[in-house]
């Protein structure tokens, strides 16, 4: 498919040319640079003293040497003393805000809220109420994953990490870990480090922090049974510390099975988590956190507004047919697949005021799809057609290697190399349907009907970055600066040919934040990022299809945050400029193709504020304003014409989300309630099909028991989701054209596939699950 799309950037709120704004922004990186070095000639001799960093939950390794956090000191006699922290006076809202320090926006869920949710939810689903993104997700059981919408962007457009390591797309995410594995989940909607090893991260980044192992024996399990067949059970062992080695490591395991909401389908997964944890006495410490996860999905057929109008009115499905002969059995459209994921962060204090930070990760997945392409007779039998999409290995690996050194005791000078290569190998192979129904292995000779084209696509990335973190004023002045140079190579090579593409991104960052006093803070943040086409992006082109030029932003925030014993506020303006924006169309069959649709700007702000714990009672509310906007007409190749598009509400961007939460807290009791509003959003590039805003819901409460034998802390608790059994759109599965365009489905066979425009993601019916759950 041949994309043609004009590019006429928009003028930002500061008047600046992009380019005229990128060499500003690399002007003052260098600037600073240069006053750093300055302030340490003239700062004083006196060894360095040991400052401690702002939090920037998304860094996932310390950048400045910091003062030892506190920990329980435990005597070798007969008495024993324990001095620790508590993580609830950085959390307001029952865990939904965290008191925040970092010069740029970062909004987190902490533990102490994610106890109170589903097990099966994701990362997904924790962060559905923060101001920033609108969750869409497809099942209530959390395998199928989901999507996200970011300040007029998508989850294609973020980073997400678990541990520091890229784990791909939002729709993948549950194959990477646990919920009861999960510390705290936290986005940078507008803003990524630049040690990171992120090369998508103009929407911001998303990062998971792992459970740390406990120092003592024991463990913890639940079980969890719900709407929709949903059984669940998990089980964690802890090995505490092991004799005076510094090593501590936990092991899990867990099994889901549940049936799909709509029409007929089985769902099952299984899941092992393993992590381990060194401690050195100088403040040195290394991680390994491994998974394993294994599932088979029904691909849900996703309606489009035709069908779910249908729906709505007759209450006729889109779901998938139980009965074996029908083309649009289940088991014709079907998803196995495996995977691990491996990240390995170190620290390592070096004499000489150095540290040294090494960060290693590798995923590999390897499974198929199935759908049904149609019936053949032969001699009078008729066999049902089956096509593939098998993946024969996608495998992501790198590392991230950092030097610092304290220069004084105010400035922290880190440089690094960031390496990664992604690939995968697939084929589209085919197959005829088993006697009684469903797919069989792609690899199976007996039912191969066809091999299929095979196509390989990948890049490699070197990349350079130097960072300056400085503090005066008694470190209530903190201005951080730094660069990245990314050197990339991609390809793509198919039954037709091959191609490939080098590219570079520059990209610059400069962010600066004053404390004016215990309660009150303001920071900017300004920076460059980009997005390049993933090797998945890439192979679903053919190669006679270009490989889509890199997505570029700039980006500018401001922001004040205050916080007192009974209230914390955060509140941050937003200006964002993407030149040459890269979307993705559904094509069905877990298949996506990215093409362009010229430039965007995106303007607003988030605001959040929660209340400390008073009489148990902790609320929480969200909202975020976006004026998003197309700045380029796009060629429509369905219909052959230029869309009118520029001028119109930009693709998947509502101008209001809003959130609100509340917990409370009576000795055992526990409950949390939360509502979350989406307004009107426009779903294809013209403009000319919207679907209306909406409201979903989500309660929680339990009961903490009080410890009996070897069971320390036994709890109850009920989830509930869609309590009002709301039949809403929630998002689109992609991005369109225009509404006359045909309905983006592909091999669907379900009735009434037939329509046009986009394909929508609905939000399950009322569901429930209970959960009994114990330490032990």
Not at 9 to 30: D, E, H, K
Not at 597 to 616: L, P
């Amino acid at each position: 498919m041949s994309v043609r799309s004009a590019v006429r950037g928009r003028g930002s709120c500061f008047r600046l040319s992009y380019r005229q704004r990128l060499a500003t922004l690399s002007c003052l990186v260098s600037a600073f640079g240069v006053w750093s070095s300055v302030s340490q000639a003239r700062a004083a001799s006196a060894p360095a003293e040991t400052v401690p960093a702002a939090h920037a939950p998304v860094v996932s390794a310390t950048h400045v040497r910091k003062k030892a956090e506190p920990k329980a000191i435990e005597s070798r006699g007969a008495e024993e003393v324990s001095v620790a922290s508590s993580r609830r006076k950085r959390a307001g809202g029952g865990g939904m805000m965290r008191l925040e320090t970092a010069p740029n926006a970062v909004q987190t869920v902490t533990k102490e809220y994610i106890e109170t949710r589903n097990p099966v939810s994701t990362a997904l689903d924790l962060i559905k109420n923060l101001p920033s993104v609108n969750i869409t997700t497809p099942d209530s059981s959390g395998m199928e994953g989901g999507q996200i919408q970011t300040r007029g962007l998508t989850d294609l457009d973020m980073a997400i990490l678990l541990d520091g390591a890229p784990v791909g797309q939002a729709k993948y995410l549950a194959e990477n870990v646990d919920s009861e594995n999960v510390e705290q989940v936290s986005i940078t909607p507008g803003s990524a480090a630049r040690d990171l090893p992120v090369m998508s991260a103009a929407g911001g980044v998303i990062e998971s922090q792992t459970y740390t192992p406990s120092h003592k024996y024991g463990g913890m399990m639940d079980f969890s049974y719900g709407t929709n067949n949903l059984s669940r059970e998990f089980i964690r062992f802890e090995s505490g510390d092991i004799g005076r080695t510094g090593i501590r490591s936990y092991f899990s395991f867990s099994n889901t099975h549940a049936r799909s909401w709509m029409g007929a389908g089985i769902n099952q997964r299984k899941h092992i988590d393993f992590g381990v944890r060194k401690d050195w006495n100088n403040g040195s410490n290394a991680r390994m956190f491994i998974s394993w996860n294994g599932s088979d999905w029904t691909i849900d057929n996703y309606p489009n507004q035709q069908e779910f109008q249908t729906y709505q009115r007759t209450g006729q499905g889109w779901g998938r047919s139980s009965d074996p002969q029908n083309i649009n059995y289940w088991k014709n459209n079907f998803n196995h697949w495996n995977q691990i994921l491996l990240s390995a962060p170190m620290h390592f204090v070096l004499p000489s005021r150095f540290t040294f930070d090494l960060r290693p990760y590798m995923a590999f997945g390897q499974g198929w799809s199935s759908s049904p392409s149609g019936q053949e007779t032969t001699n009078g039998v008729t066999r049902n057609v089956l096509n593939y999409f098998q993946e024969h290995g996608d495998m992501i690996v790198g590392a991230t290697a950092i030097l610092g050194y304290d220069i004084d005791n105010h400035n922290h000078l880190s440089f690094g190399y960031w390496y990664n290569n992604s690939q995968t190998d697939r084929s589209y192979p085919s197959s005829y349907a088993l006697p009684g129904g469903g797919a069989p292995s792609p690899n199976s000779l007996e039912y191969r009907k066809s091999a299929g084209d095979r196509q390989r696509a990948g890049y490699e990335i070197h990349s350079l970055f130097v960072q300056d973190t400085a503090r005066y004023l008694h470190d209530k002045l903190l201005i951080r600066g730094g660069f990245k140079f990314v050197m990339s190579n991609a390809w793509n090579t198919d039954y037709y040919g091959a191609q490939g593409a080098n590219t570079t991104a520059p990209l610059p960052q400069f962010s600066i934040s004053y404390n004016i006093n215990s309660q009150n803070q303001i920071y900017i943040n300004a920076e460059g990022d980009y997005r390049q086409p993933t090797e998945n992006d890439m192979g679903w082109l053919y190669t006679d299809v270009p490989i889509p030029k890199n997505q570029y932003s700039i980006k500018e925030e401001l922001g004040y945050r205050y916080h007192n014993r009974y209230v914390m506020i955060d509140l941050s303006f937003f200006n964002y400029n993407v030149t040459n924006r890269i979307v993705d169309q559904y094509m069905g069959m877990n298949n996506y193709r990215p093409f362009s649709i010229g430039s965007q700007t995106m303007r607003g702000f988030d605001f959040m504020i929660a209340g400390r714990e008073y009489y148990g009672f902790s609320p929480y509310a969200s909202v975020e304003y976006l004026h998003a906007t197309q700045d380029s007409n796009v060629y429509d190749p369905y219909q052959g014409v230029m869309l009118n598009s520029k001028g119109t509400q930009a693709i998947m961007a509502p101008t209001v989300m809003a959130n609100f939460g509340l917990t409370y807290k009576y000795k055992g009791f526990f409950f949390n309630g939360t509502v979350h509003y989406t307004g009107p959003q426009s779903v294809s590039v013209a403009g000319d099909q919207r679907i209306p805003g909406y409201v979903t819901d989500s309660l929680a409460l339990g009961y903490h028991f009080k410890p009996v034998s070897f069971l320390k802390s036994p709890t109850f608790r009920l989830n509930f989701a869609n309590l009002t059994g709301s039949i809403v759109r929630t998002g689109a599965m992609g991005a369109v054209y225009s509404k006359n365009d045909p309905a983006t489905v592909y091999n669907n066979y379900a009735p009434g596939s037939t329509g046009y425009g986009n394909s929508f993601m609905v939000e399950p019916r009322f569901n429930m699950t209970g959960t009994v759950s114990t330490a032990f």
